[in-house]
């Protein structure tokens, strides 16, 4: 991961000093976390009986179904983010002008937008212009969408851009339609080009589909806090570690899987 | 359109505030970011793994969840700040994670040659470390840090639901009581995010072009 180029390989003399500056940042590590621990056991934090809380299976079958909901908001919107993505994308490839034009300002007006101000404009903004209501679950989603449709544009072009020419061209001198060229030369390379990055879209969608916990959409945080509310102050810290515990699970397991496809892939 | 414009000055402190805790959160998650990339290069394994534990373990836990843990929970602890503060305290942790992979981007952009030019100079480590790969590797990082620190503002944005009065907590509050203006007041608000963030991307692309015709 970390280029090991950046220093000569130790030799005897920098190996003793590694480990003397090993046991002295191990010794201060390990003090900042006996007073944090000591800390922590003051406010009864670590007190076993808190912590059994994790393993209620009320607690336990309530984080899983947030994380249920968390998966099915980043699922749904990581496919239609790819829809609207590779519209985009060709829009912006386009010769049209009008298209090119509309899709650039699309990608970079929303780039720059906060995700939880697009959530809330079709939150609140969706019953105001059309006076139908939506559920937080699909303001989320298309919240979400929204925000992840201009990265997927970018990531879809800068895939169209590393084909090769010949691609299209060998199409075109066959005469094959664009629709086709598209559909059956030009997508098969492109997606399996972006695939890993689609992996670590879903894993910025995951994590960003915690804001339904501010538009009340029970996913994996508001679980947790509604858990809190019910249960008490005493059980915030165990209960909080568990949402984080699966968020971060969740993530690295994605991680990972995008790592393996950028490899198999290349 | 109205209720937007006559509230211009509320929506403008409420723009001074995103700002300062832009301006204070990406300073000290800039810091945490050197020191965890300084961790990350370092010769000692044992620093090495604590950066790598660190972002691994902060980059994925929600932003949402960071300010959550911050203003909800640390007060339950006795832990006794303003909301301002809890949420500086917040997404420092959480970016200093991303500001650190800035930074090895940049470092790592760095030619071997120069570093094995360094070595047969006789340099030592730490002068190959501040005179060689940091100077090179923060220049080198400009448009990711850019990149990152855009990233930090729309995260600001988070901390208006936990009670601070930056930019989005104005319009949360305006919306309140104006319901009839809601999509004026989410425009105006859109509008002073781009303000922010749309310059900042323009020249972090700009910077990124030169950089790469230079080298």
New interface residues.
């Given amino acids: 991961?970390?280029?090991t180029?950046?220093?000569?390989r130790?030799g005897p003399i920098?190996r003793r000093r590694?480990r003397l500056?090993?046991a002295a940042?191990?010794v201060a590590?390990l003090a900042i976390a006996i007073w944090a621990v000591a800390k922590l056991a003051s406010?009864h934090?670590l007190d076993g009986n808190n912590w059994i809380v994790l393993t209620h299976p009320d607690v336990l079958s309530a984080l899983l179904t947030g994380l249920l909901a968390t998966l099915k908001v980043a699922g749904v919107s990581v496919v239609l983010s790819l829809v609207l993505g590779l519209f985009i994308a060709l829009g912006r490839m386009s010769k049209r002008r009008w298209l090119n034009v509309t899709s650039r300002i699309w990608i970079?007006?929303l780039?720059?937008?906060?995700?939880?101000?697009l959530i809330?404009?079709i939150y609140?903004?969706f019953p105001?212009?059309t006076g139908a209501s939506i559920s937080t679950f699909w303001a989320l989603v298309a919240g979400l969408v929204l925000y992840e449709s201009a990265s997927m544009a970018e990531a879809f072009r800068a895939g169209f851009l590393a084909l090769p020419k010949g691609q299209s061209e060998a199409a075109t001198a066959l005469g094959v339609r664009y629709i086709k060229t598209l559909r059956y030369i030009l997508l098969p390379q492109v997606i399996r080009q972006i695939l890993p990055n689609l992996v670590s879209e879903m894993?910025r969608v995951?994590?960003?589909s915690?804001?339904g916990?501010?538009i009340g959409y029970v996913e994996l945080?508001l679980t947790g806090?509604q858990a809190?509310e019910y249960l008490g102050?005493q059980y915030?810290?165990p209960i909080?570690a568990g949402?984080?515990v699966l968020?971060?699970v969740i993530?690295?397991i994605l991680?990972r899987v995008s790592t393996i496809l950028s490899k198999r892939l290349a | 359109m109205n209720a937007a414009i006559e509230n211009l000055g509320t929506f403008w402190s409420g723009f001074v505030t995103t700002l300062g805790l832009v301006a204070l959160s990406g300073v000290f998650s800039f810091l945490g970011g050197l020191v965890l990339a300084s961790f990350a290069i370092s010769t000692n394994p044992l620093l090495r793994r604590i950066s790598m534990a660190y972002i691994g373990l902060m980059r994925n836990i929600p932003a949402a969840a960071h300010l959550f843990f911050m203003i909800f929970i640390l007060p339950l602890l006795g832990v006794k700040a303003s909301f301002f503060a809890l949420a500086i305290a917040g997404i420092t942790v959480y970016f200093s994670a991303y500001y650190c992979e800035a930074i090895r981007s940049g470092i790592n952009a760095i030619g071997k040659g120069q570093l094995e030019a360094s070595r047969a100079l006789g340099l030592k480590n730490r002068q190959t470390l501040l005179l060689i790969v940091l100077p090179q590797g923060l220049s080198n990082s400009v448009p990711p840090l850019i990149n990152t620190t855009i990233a930090l503002v729309k995260v600001t944005a988070i901390a208006g639901v936990f009670g601070v009065t930056e930019l989005f907590g104005t319009m949360l509050q305006l919306i309140n009581v104006n319901d009839s203006a809601v999509i004026a007041l989410m425009v105006m608000t859109a509008i002073m995010y781009s303000v922010i963030t749309i310059p900042a991307a323009l020249a972090a692309a700009a910077i990124e072009r030169k950089v790469t015709f230079s080298s």
């Fill in positions: 991961m970390m280029s180029e950046l220093f000569d130790p920098a590694a500056w090993t940042v191990a590590a406010q934090v970079e007006a780039r720059g937008l906060p995700e939880l101000l809330f404009f609140l903004g105001a212009v894993v995951t994590k960003a915690s804001l916990f501010v945080l806090e809190i102050g915030a810290v909080f949402v984080a968020y971060v993530c690295l991680s």
